[in-house]
């Protein structure tokens, strides 16, 4: 802004500096010009006097007739310019002076020649223009002398000059005036962003809360409907401060009267029964800590799959229950599958089949018909759960994730004018590695009965598109991101998931050196100990078997650490059904009990696994105590962990070490991004993270506190909801097209 400016103002200040110079060269130049003007009409004037009076004189010199001499001569006098008027004669003598010729005046001072003559005298401090004219009568010579007095020319130069300078002085002022406006034009302009700057800081420094900052909520989607009412799709959903207000704001306004409906596989509550007492659990998935916040701004209904002990004691007659428990804003509608219909759906195709072929883990993937036609079977149960539950024609349906991947067309069935989004919440490989996979044709189409299909990364959409293109009949539109197949287009976009901000977890949290001293004590640590933590489900596509390596490797490498340092890795046990998980938790717990062996002694023990679920806010507490958080996932679609720790860290410390393979390392960039398949690199990144100075850490950390706070889970809801709109909006014109021309 101050650089904009500039430039006007250096020009204003050039022209100002160019006015003084020409009213200094001009101020003489017109003293002269003046000076030649009035002696010219000084001049003039003599002449037309001589012309006037000269035949009359020469009659009244033939008479001798000196009083009529005197009279003409005291006539011309009379003229306010002319100060006397005289005759010199053939011997030099002044005859017929009128009365105010100056005593000093004697002939000799008048040039004697055929022609007029005219100089310049001094007469008392004054000066007079003498004008000398002939006059000849029988043979004799004589010299009409007109005496004029110069004194006005200098009052006019006087005037003249002064008029230049005062013309000059307006224009400069004038120039001054508009560079001075011009500038508080823009001055105010640069202040008013800067102070809407600084609101933005301010605001996003106290997030918003649900009644808060309304108006200024309602404005920007004021803005954004007269966008899309225009046409222009091009919603920059940078302009708006994502929170839960802003998403219900946006829905209301963008999909008014819209229902919003969620299948999932996951619950985001689970009942279950402990020694006769039902408690609730949720579960560790990215999936739902990323879900939940955006259905309790929304409201809706959220279908999943009832998998707790507890969960049929707990609904109501329509399988339903209010949730959050305790203070309920949406319906759970859960659908209950068998455990030979979970066997092969859940355990088989989807954990069996689908996961590894998506993770670049190295597992294989394993696809039986039987597992795919259970597959089928529940997909088909939710999606007519889906038209049981709507009460609109067109609701906003949010598919997630690979259980259902046929979900889409057969919702499109049942309800053809829905809206449904369906999120990719896991990588989507290369077409050659989804060529593997038996019904690879048949996932396609079923993805693309989506109205819009969202990846974590644009890397993945395009392994999408690469895909669809391989294998199935579809036009493709990369310029719009979109794929026309069997008459219905899909839009296919990267939305980043996130976490809410603030996290629900981070309320009634101790302040971070109390979280540090109450972990190191329940842990049974020494105060000073340096603590590193991994947190997430017992996964072979996490990197923990990885991590612990890199940790043993350091201490081979830097033996200082022995006993200074802690690795605590929390592990939530998951699909354990499955070889893969299981083996990966034998193999884990031997290489923590062979790394202990060989550092620690009866009391240090540098790898600590814990092996159980632990709730939100005890993870949170484990992120405030740590001094490293390590996410080494060998591939994973965003790693929500990664945001959590950043988010959990109000006091702008902590260092987080994070794989490159995972979604998160295209945005945490201030993280230390580390390739987990490298030991040493890893180990290396962890003894810079412990000895990394608290500037460094701080810098760092407050950058990926920004990036997480703005590009939160109300930003990756809000801008699906508002894709959904205008392609809602381009259904609608579609449709009356489409009618006007069946007329
Ligand atoms: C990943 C998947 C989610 C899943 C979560 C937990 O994040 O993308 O869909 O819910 O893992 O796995 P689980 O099998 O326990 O639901």
Redesign the pocket.
């Known amino acids: 802004m101050l650089l904009r400016m500039a430039r006007p103002i250096q020009y204003l200040g050039i022209g100002f500096v160019v006015i003084v110079i020409l009213g200094l060269a001009i101020a003489p130049f017109s003293k002269r010009l003046i000076e030649q003007w009035s002696r010219s009409d000084v001049e003039a004037r003599s002449r037309l006097v001589y012309n006037a009076i000269q035949n009359p004189v020469v009659r009244a010199i033939a008479d001798g007739d000196a009083s009529r001499m005197s009279s003409i001569f005291e006539g011309v006098a009379l003229d306010e310019r002319i100060l006397a008027v005289g005759l010199c004669d053939d011997g030099g003598r002044l005859l017929y002076p009128t009365r105010l010729m100056p005593a000093t005046f004697t002939c000799d001072k008048v040039a004697r020649s055929e022609a007029e003559s005219f100089a310049t005298i001094i007469n008392d401090g004054r000066r007079i223009m003498v004008g000398a004219f002939p006059i000849v009568e029988r043979n004799q010579k004589a010299y009409l002398v007109i005496l004029t007095d110069l004194s006005f020319i200098d009052a006019r130069s006087g005037e003249a000059q002064a008029f230049v300078v005062i013309a000059l002085a307006g224009v400069a002022i004038a120039v001054a005036g508009v560079a001075a406006i011009f500038v508080i034009v823009l001055l105010r302009g640069w202040m008013g962003s800067l102070r809407r700057a600084i609101e933005d800081v301010r605001s996003g420094a106290l997030p918003s809360t649900a009644s808060g900052n309304k108006s200024s909520i309602d404005g920007q989607i004021k803005k954004l409907l007269s966008e899309i009412e225009l046409g222009r799709e091009t919603i920059r959903s940078e302009q708006i401060e994502w929170s839960p207000a802003a998403l219900q704001k946006l829905l209301h306004k963008l999909l008014p009267g819209a229902e919003v409906l969620v299948v999932s596989?996951?619950e985001p509550y689970i009942h279950n029964c402990n020694d006769g007492k039902i408690s609730v659990q949720t579960?560790?998935?990215?999936?739902?800590s990323a879900l939940e916040p955006v259905i309790r701004a929304c409201g809706g209904t959220w279908i999943a799959h009832g998998s707790g002990g507890a969960d049929r004691e707990t609904v109501d007659r329509d399988d339903k229950i209010g949730v959050p428990p305790g203070d309920p804003s949406y319906a759970l509608r859960r659908i209950w599958i068998t455990e030979e219909e979970q066997d092969g759906y859940y355990y088989g195709l989807a954990?069996e089949g689908l996961w590894p072929l998506c993770h670049i883990a190295f597992v294989r993937p394993q696809f039986r018909e039987a597992d795919w036609r259970f597959y089928e079977t529940i997909n088909e149960r939710f999606a007519d759960a889906v038209a049981q539950e709507a009460k609109t024609e067109n609701p906003i349906v949010l598919v997630?994730?690979y259980?259902f991947a046929l979900a889409p067309r057969m919702i499109r069935q049942r309800l053809p004018k829905a809206t449904i989004i369906t999120f990719w919440?896991?990588p989507w490989p290369n077409a050659e590695t989804f060529s593997i996979c038996p019904w690879k044709e048949r996932i396609i189409e079923g993805l693309l009965g989506s109205t819009i299909l969202g990846f974590h990364t644009q890397f993945h959409c395009n392994n999408f598109f690469e895909t669809v293109d391989r294998f199935v009949e579809s036009r493709i539109d990369r310029e719009h991101a979109s794929v026309a197949s069997g008459g219905h287009e899909t839009l296919v976009r990267a939305y980043p998931i996130s976490i809410e901000w603030p996290p629900k977890a981070l309320v009634g949290q101790p302040p971070i050196d109390e979280c540090r001293r109450q972990v190191r004590q329940s842990l049974g640590l020494a105060a000073d100990t340096r603590l590193a933590v991994g947190i997430e489900?017992f996964d072979y596509t996490k990197g923990i078997l990885d991590r612990m390596r890199a940790v043993d490797d350091l201490l081979i490498r830097v033996p200082a650490w022995r006993r200074r340092f802690t690795f605590v890795q929390v592990a939530a046990p998951?699909?354990s059904k499955l070889s893969s998980y299981s083996n990966l938790q034998n193999e884990a717990v031997a290489l923590a009990e062979d790394i202990n062996a060989r550092h620690g002694d009866g009391a240090y023990q540098p790898i600590r696994l814990l092996v159980r679920h632990h709730e939100a806010e005890e993870v949170f507490k484990l992120f405030r105590a740590a001094d490293v958080c390590i996410v080494s996932s060998l591939h994973d679609g965003m790693n929500l962990v990664a945001k959590e720790f950043v988010a959990a860290r109000d006091d702008d410390d902590g260092v987080l070490v994070l794989s490159s393979f995972t979604g998160a390392a295209r945005e945490l960039s201030e993280a230390l991004i580390v390739n987990p398949y490298n030991t040493l690199e890893m180990s290396s990144a962890l003894d810079v993270a412990l000895q990394m100075p608290a500037s460094e850490r701080q810098e760092r950390m407050r950058l990926m506190r920004l990036q997480v706070r703005e590009r939160n889970v109300y930003r990756w809801a809000g801008r699906m909801l508002i894709d959904a709109a205008a392609s809602r909006q381009r259904r609608r014109i579609l449709d009356i097209s489409e009618a006007n021309h069946a007329r």
């Open positions: 596989n996951r579960p560790a998935s990215g999936l739902v954990n997630q994730d259980h919440h896991i489900r998951t699909r």
